[in-house]
């Protein structure tokens, strides 16, 4: 018996596709989905931020605390990032690094943006 050839339906062919690439093509979109969280939020910071880190970070007391605890909300708990901070061996560089930079969101140095703003304008 000789086989019909397949019927070429264009640009309307359904996609055949393996559970295989499925999942491989699932695994991508959620890694696409947090590199976009990396480059689309301005205040997170971009790829050239992270390779360009200054050594001194890697030694932070903060590695092993969840990132969120330092980007505190309008009336949120610091006492994490005040105690992480507190026993910091490189808090200075820290606090000399987030003083020159205004426009650094968060807790660096065991101070606040508001606490920071204060310093700079000699109120603190
Ligand atoms: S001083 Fe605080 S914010 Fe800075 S590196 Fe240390 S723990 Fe992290």
Redesign the pocket.
């Known amino acids: 018996m000789r086989a019909e050839p397949a019927e070429d339906l264009g640009e309307h062919q359904p996609p055949i596709i393996s559970a295989q690439l499925a999942a491989l093509l699932e695994d991508q979109e959620r890694t696409r989905a947090e590199v976009c969280w990396l480059m689309v939020d301005d205040d997170a910071p971009t790829l050239r931020d992270l390779f360009s880190r200054p050594a001194?970070?890697d030694?932070?007391?903060?590695?092993d605390?969840p990132t969120p605890a330092?980007f505190i909300e309008r009336g949120g708990d610091q006492a994490p990032?005040r105690r992480?901070?507190?026993?910091?061996?490189?808090?200075s560089?820290?606090?000399a690094?987030?003083m020159a930079d205004p426009e650094l969101k968060?807790?660096?140095?065991?101070t606040s943006e508001r606490q920071r703003r204060q310093m700079r304008s000699g109120a603190a």
């Open positions: 001194w970070m030694r932070g007391a903060c590695c605390v330092f990032a992480a901070c507190a026993v910091c061996v490189v808090r560089e820290c606090l690094y987030a968060g807790y660096w140095g065991g």
